[in-house]
């Protein structure tokens, strides 16, 4: 506990030094100062932010204001910060501030991989979705937990799918989305990622991003002071296994005890079905080329979980028999179109089509993440069975996305 008196020119003026904090608070935060001109703009949202609390008391005369409360926080914060406590009590002309240090620490949620959240969590999230999709198509638009909050949507990598649910579901819950394209930033290039991610946190309350390098969603989470949402990177794709792991919630009945079988390249959806295969129990069998497993890390983390069994096979006649799901991707993601026809001559035998459907068996979904190329991974007959649930699995991106979102943000 530190205590000062101040006795400034006039009662409402009232100036706080950050440096008066301790050293191991300093440690965490940068020096700033926070001027008020009056007791009534405490509440200004210019020095809004959740980190520190105060409430300003008047003295006990006869004539003295009523007693208010507010909240303020520093500008920069970094990942593990302190709570504090800030007393301010104001005489009739003298200002004394007690700052009372609390040892607990407030954790910002960002949603990077599927096991950053335990298995409860996960499912919490996913029966959300189920909760708010049934709002939203019911017609109710009274829901609207993201009234005056804005969303930075930083797109290294364009997407049809991943930019329209991610800005229409966030205004379907009263928010408003701001489109960030590969020309409007050019993150690592014209601006670095911790600049960007230090700047874009003062505008807005969330962040999401698309990006090609993993580290830049790693960075943009280590120094945004709001929550940072993976809408891709190389490595993996979070959000679309939330949405394909609630799909089959509703087409399948869960996902516990389910075989799901990857026919192609073992890419950053393979990877986010193996972290998935790391926190829920079920079957997972990527069959792909050899020369193109996945991330063997990835493999062995996801194996070390000890919940699932997890198969990385060749042999994909064998591997899709009593597969309840067999998932498709293209054999060539974006950034990696110049390896396009070597990769079609290596991946033949290895597309889905009705002749590996019926070797799955009746009760087999098709999955496909989206955009496909008809006639290359997948033929045009096996998008359009009956069986197959590529277009629910696209619209759950955007109702997947809203829980996540809701989750991070406490809404």
Same mark, same amino acid.
Request: charged residues 20%.
């Given at each position: 506990?530190?205590?000062?008196?101040?006795?400034?020119?006039?009662?409402?003026?009232?100036?706080?030094?950050?440096?008066?904090?301790?050293?191991?608070?300093?440690?965490?935060?940068?020096?700033?100062?926070?001027? *008020?001109?009056?007791?009534?703009?405490?509440?200004?949202?210019?020095?809004?932010?959740?980190?520190?609390?105060?409430?300003?008391?008047?003295?006990?005369?006869?004539?003295?204001?009523?007693?208010?409360?507010?909240?303020?926080?520093?500008?920069?914060?970094?990942?593990?910060?302190?709570?504090?406590?800030?007393?301010?009590?104001?005489?009739?002309?003298?200002?004394?501030?007690?700052?009372?240090?609390?040892?607990?620490?407030?954790?910002?949620?960002?949603?990077?991989?599927?096991?950053?959240?335990?298995?409860?969590?996960?499912?919490?999230?996913?029966?959300?979705?189920?909760?708010?999709?049934?709002?939203?198509?019911?017609?109710?638009?009274?829901?609207?937990?993201?009234?005056?909050?804005?969303?930075?949507?930083?797109?290294?990598?364009?997407?049809?799918?991943?930019?329209?649910?991610?800005?229409?579901?966030?205004?379907?819950?009263?928010?408003?989305?701001?489109?960030?394209?590969?020309?409007?930033?050019?993150?690592?290039?014209?601006?670095?990622?911790?600049?960007?991610?230090?700047?874009?946190?003062?505008?807005?309350?969330?962040?999401?991003?698309?990006? *090609?390098?993993?580290?830049?969603?790693?960075?943009?989470?280590?120094?945004?002071?709001?929550? @940072?949402?993976?809408?891709?990177?190389?490595?993996?794709?979070?959000?679309?296994?939330?949405?394909?792991?609630?799909?089959?919630?509703?087409?399948?009945?869960?996902?516990?005890?389910?075989?799901?079988?990857?026919?192609?390249?073992?890419?950053?959806?393979?990877?986010?079905?193996?972290?998935?295969?790391? @926190?829920?129990?079920?079957?997972?069998?990527?069959?792909?080329?050899?020369?193109?497993?996945?991330?063997?890390?990835?493999?062995?983390?996801?194996?070390?979980?000890?919940?699932?069994?997890?198969?990385?096979?060749?042999?994909?006649?064998?591997?899709?028999?009593?597969?309840?799901?067999?998932?498709?991707?293209?054999?060539?993601?974006?950034?990696?179109?110049?390896?396009?026809?070597?990769?079609?001559?290596?991946?033949?035998?290895?597309?889905?089509?009705?002749?590996?459907?019926?070797?799955?068996?009746?009760?087999?979904?098709?999955?496909?993440?989206?955009?496909?190329?008809?006639?290359?991974?997948?033929?045009?007959? @096996?998008?359009?069975?009956?069986?197959?649930?590529?277009?629910?699995?696209?619209?759950?991106?955007?109702?997947?996305?809203?829980?996540?979102?809701?989750? @991070?943000?406490?809404?």
């Amino acid at each position: 506990m530190a205590a000062a008196a101040i006795t400034p020119q006039s009662a409402t003026s009232l100036r706080y030094e950050a440096n008066s904090l301790s050293s191991r608070t300093s440690s965490l935060f940068r020096p700033h100062s926070l001027t *008020f001109s009056a007791l009534h703009s405490l509440s200004s949202p210019c020095i809004r932010r959740q980190i520190i609390t105060a409430s300003a008391t008047s003295s006990a005369t006869t004539e003295s204001p009523p007693s208010s409360s507010l909240s303020l926080g520093f500008e920069d914060h970094y990942d593990q910060i302190l709570l504090h406590f800030v007393s301010l009590a104001v005489t009739m002309g003298t200002a004394t501030i007690t700052v009372a240090k609390i040892d607990k620490k407030v954790d910002k949620k960002d949603f990077l991989h599927i096991t950053d959240y335990d298995k409860s969590t996960i499912l919490k999230i996913l029966d959300r979705a189920i909760e708010v999709k049934a709002l939203l198509k019911s017609g109710d638009r009274s829901f609207q937990p993201f009234k005056g909050k804005t969303m930075a949507m930083i797109f290294a990598k364009p997407s049809m799918r991943t930019r329209v649910s991610f800005e229409t579901g966030f205004s379907l819950l009263g928010g408003h989305a701001i489109y960030l394209g590969p020309d409007d930033i050019q993150m690592g290039k014209r601006e670095e990622t911790r600049d960007v991610a230090r700047v874009l946190c003062r505008y807005n309350d969330i962040i999401m991003a698309r990006v *090609f390098a993993h580290q830049d969603i790693l960075d943009l989470a280590k120094y945004a002071s709001v929550p @940072v949402v993976n809408g891709l990177t190389d490595y993996n794709h979070p959000c679309q296994i939330m949405a394909d792991a609630l799909t089959m919630i509703e087409h399948v009945g869960g996902i516990e005890g389910t075989k799901v079988v990857y026919v192609g390249d073992g890419n950053n959806i393979v990877h986010s079905w193996l972290l998935l295969a790391a @926190v829920i129990p079920f079957h997972f069998v990527c069959a792909c080329p050899k020369g193109f497993e996945p991330d063997q890390k990835t493999v062995e983390k996801a194996r070390a979980a000890g919940i699932s069994k997890i198969e990385i096979t060749n042999d994909v006649k064998d591997a899709v028999i009593g597969a309840d799901v067999v998932y498709s991707d293209v054999w060539a993601s974006m950034g990696q179109k110049e390896e396009a026809e070597h990769r079609r001559k290596v991946f033949q035998g290895f597309q889905v089509d009705e002749t590996l459907m019926k070797l799955a068996g009746p009760k087999a979904y098709f999955m496909h993440c989206l955009p496909a190329e008809r006639g290359v991974e997948v033929t045009d007959g @096996v998008i359009e069975a009956p069986n197959s649930i590529v277009f629910p699995q696209a619209e759950n991106r955007m109702h997947a996305q809203n829980a996540i979102m809701l989750h @991070v943000l406490d809404a």
